[in-house]
């Protein structure tokens, strides 16, 4: 097997010059030509300014939008040649996603959110799911909530939810879009701890989207993107305090 083999291998995500063009009158290139790989344990920040694709990106590395040209792959194998059910599997198996809107349903108890990733992956017994789901909640502070509505929780509170059902089937990593970006300070600080001890305590990995360049140095590594590009990928401690 060739070095790049096993590299691929070894990682958990590698975009491999993924380019994502949406169609139209006026195509627009959402991110071009992304190299990067994403490893076990990191804590990786998704810099940039408005507009420059951090989003679209996490989308790509999701598998929640597939690439226009080039490809990514997951633990190794290539995804885009998958039929989406397969693409589904491997989102349920291995991926856990947390978004700055949460989307719990809202007619669902708190409880019955965080089973639904694991039902759908059908791998344990309808007990098994529920205290697991238990655990989690309690894990994070919620054992109490279990059997409210989202919308009887603040909003911090339903972002620990959103961050319990991302950890419902043990994913290896966990993708975050602007997760703490509608919280206050207080929320958002919770938020990122959690993430943090997820990658420091659990040896999950974190990739996260972020336009708070305050926590974003506080995480290993800073992925900066201008114009849909990557213009700077390196551990925090080699980057400037001041991000262009």
């Known amino acids: 097997m060739s070095s790049a083999a096993d590299a691929a291998s070894s990682s958990l995500i590698v975009a491999r010059d993924a380019t994502r063009i949406l169609e139209g009158v006026v195509p627009v290139t959402l991110v071009r030509g992304i190299n990067m790989t994403v490893r076990p344990r990191e804590f990786v ?82 007990d098994e799911i529920r205290a697991r789901a238990h655990q989690l909640l309690d894990a994070l502070g919620l054992s109490d909530r279990a059997h409210k509505l989202p919308e009887q929780l603040s909003g911090g509170q339903r972002q ?33 701890q959690i993430l943090r001890d997820l990658v420091d305590q659990r040896g999950k990995t974190v990739v996260a989207v972020t336009h708070d360049l305050g926590l974003a140095r506080r995480m290993d590594r800073r992925i900066q993107l201008v114009d849909g590009a990557i213009a700077t990928d390196a551990a925090n401690s080699h980057l400037p305090e001041r991000s262009p």
């Open 45 to 126: 920040a998704i810099t940039g300014p408005s507009g420059s694709g951090k989003s679209s990106l996490l989308y790509l590395l999701g598998l929640l939008d597939l690439p226009t040209s080039g490809e990514v792959l997951i633990g190794g194998k290539a995804t885009a040649h998958m039929d989406e059910d397969e693409r589904a599997m491997i989102r349920l198996a291995t991926l856990g996603f947390v978004f700055q809107f949460h989307f719990l349903l809202p007619e669902f108890s708190i409880l019955d959110n965080v089973m639904l990733p694991m039902r759908a992956l059908g791998q344990l017994s309808l």
């Open 160 to 192: 620990r939810v959103a961050v319990a059902r991302a950890l419902a089937n043990d994913p290896p990593v966990i993708l975050a879009d602007e997760p703490t970006g509608s919280l206050d300070s207080k929320s958002s600080e919770q938020v990122f």
